[in-house]
């Protein structure tokens, strides 16, 4: 069985850092993209980053580019959402997600398989 | 970016109503659409993928069609355990986007 499980969250001020980590179990994590998908407080999805399996490639949402760092450890089935410069428009629930292919940007049938149960980022001072 | 618009934004049902949520692309996507449903508290589950497989394990009343920039979500009789948000998501293009979502309520 997939498991995800996110930790590193909490509340930290604005300008400030965090890194989030996502333990993988169930799966290979080197044969899979993955990716972090966040989500305000009542408010929908939004992709926040990916990386391909090998970490050859990898990607941002504009609004986290020069600020947020996405890695990988597969040796450790680890996951990294290294994020700097906090704002508070950064609050959100971060998840650690699976893809179904290898590479975070591959266009077909990638869906996004498997989801951690998410951990809570709040920018406040 | 490819913009991912839903309707409606919530819609009121019953239990064994008919359900059909819409999701339109800003420009083409084939058929690389992506359906989730996600519960108060919990993470999104994938339901349906390029636009019409169910995933494994998902009940056979959900449905999805559509291809190009229209794509459709229906749940043909509606379960108690329906009732909860749907977001489309699009695979064509990064950033990968979804639709705002459609809350179902009784």
């Known amino acids: 069985e997939v498991q995800l499980v996110e930790s590193g969250g909490g509340l930290v001020q604005p300008g400030r850092s965090l890194r989030l980590s996502c333990a993988a179990s169930?799966?290979?994590?080197?044969?899979?993209?993955m990716h972090w998908v966040r989500q305000a407080p009542g408010k929908g999805l939004e992709w926040v980053a990916g990386i391909s399996w090998n970490s050859g490639s990898l990607g941002y949402v504009d609004s986290v580019k020069g600020r947020f760092t996405i890695s990988r450890d597969n040796a450790k089935n680890s996951l990294y959402l290294q994020m700097n410069s906090l704002r508070a428009e950064d609050t959100a629930f971060y998840y650690c997600v699976k893809d179904r292919g290898t590479y975070y940007d591959s266009s077909g049938l990638w869906p996004l398989d498997d989801w951690g149960q998410g951990t809570l980022v709040t920018v406040s001072s | 970016d490819i913009q991912m618009t839903q309707s409606p934004s919530s819609l009121s049902a019953s239990v064994g109503d008919r359900v059909t949520i819409t999701c339109r692309a800003s420009?083409?996507?084939?058929?690389?659409l992506n359906w989730y449903q996600q519960k108060p508290g919990k993470a999104p589950k994938l339901l349906i993928y390029g636009a019409s497989n169910l995933q494994s394990g998902v009940p056979s009343r959900f449905s999805g069609s559509g291809s190009g920039t229209e794509f459709t979500l229906t749940i043909s009789t509606l379960q108690p355990e329906d009732f909860a948000t749907y977001s489309c998501?699009?695979?064509?293009?990064?950033?990968?986007?979804f639709g705002l979502g459609t809350k179902v309520e009784v």
């Open positions: 169930g799966f290979k994590l080197r044969d899979y993209a």
């Open positions: 420009q083409t996507i084939d058929t690389y």
């Open positions: 998501q699009q695979n064509y293009d990064t950033p990968r986007t």
